[in-house]
């Protein structure tokens, strides 16, 4: 169902600092993350599952614009574009969290039927038509995509926040996260993605998985919700962290 999104998040009876909501915005260090939005929007969003895998595919449209959004279209391109016509959306991204095969498998078809442009990290193996690194910014009409280069599942690992949303493909899943112990994988780099640009963001976030792996009923959940639940998120050195995902 569609939804307004104020990026701010506001709280009832919550003050903000509005100087530094306006630092946040014009701060340039690659390490700072801005929490904060400040743009109104009207958002549609439609998580899908798949039959035969545990992977998720999501679209997201501007109401405004009508322009859409397709994050890691593992397949089901037919669909894909059923729900972009019955939307009247025009796809101009196609987004890839990370560059694995299971995500991106419907990438060509998606796009060579709807057009839009491939957006991933530099040193993703698909060769994005729009790359993008941490911190940077992309607009779907006036909703603002914040991307977070996240690595350690893949080193081109991205996460991407999108109203209250954030797409975490596979550095964080509900109640897990993810592997980082296979080819391509580095789990100091996922603690540090995990604690220092995950874990900082608002707990009001929107967790949207790349992937169903059970462990919980939910398919999505808040960012502060998983702060609780989560194991994996527990607070651990990144030594412990990395003994953590040898033994996991």
Not at 43 to 71: C, H, L, P, R
Not at 170 to 177: K, P
């Amino acid at each position: 169902m569609p939804s307004w999104d104020l990026n701010i998040l506001v709280k009832p009876r919550k003050c903000y600092n509005v100087k530094a909501i306006i630092k946040g915005f014009l701060s340039r260090e690659k390490n700072i993350i801005p929490k904060y939005h400040v743009v109104l929007v009207k958002m549609k969003f439609q998580q899908m599952g798949s039959k035969s895998s545990s992977n998720f595919v999501y679209i997201i449209m501007d109401e405004g614009t009508k322009e859409a959004a397709v994050i890691d279209p593992s397949g089901s391109v037919k669909d894909i574009v059923a729900i972009l016509k019955a939307w009247g959306a025009t796809l101009k991204y196609v987004v890839h969290t990370h560059g694995h095969g299971d995500h991106t498998g419907g990438t060509q078809g998606l796009i060579a039927q709807c057009g839009g442009k491939l957006v991933a990290h530099p040193s993703s193996p698909m060769h994005p038509a729009l790359p993008v690194r941490n911190n940077e910014r992309l607009y779907l009409g006036k909703t603002d995509l914040l991307f977070l280069n996240t690595p350690g599942h893949s080193y081109d690992s991205i996460c991407m926040a999108a109203g209250k949303y954030l797409f975490t493909g596979d550095t964080l899943f509900i109640d897990e996260c993810g592997y980082a112990e296979q080819v391509g994988g580095d789990s100091a780099l996922m603690w540090d993605s995990i604690f220092n640009r995950i874990l900082k963001l608002d707990d009001d976030y929107i967790i949207c998985p790349g992937h169903d792996l059970k462990a919980s009923a939910k398919k999505t959940d808040t960012l502060g919700n998983q702060r609780k639940s989560n194991y994996a998120l527990k607070p651990r050195t990144k030594d412990e962290f990395r003994a953590f995902m040898m033994s996991a």
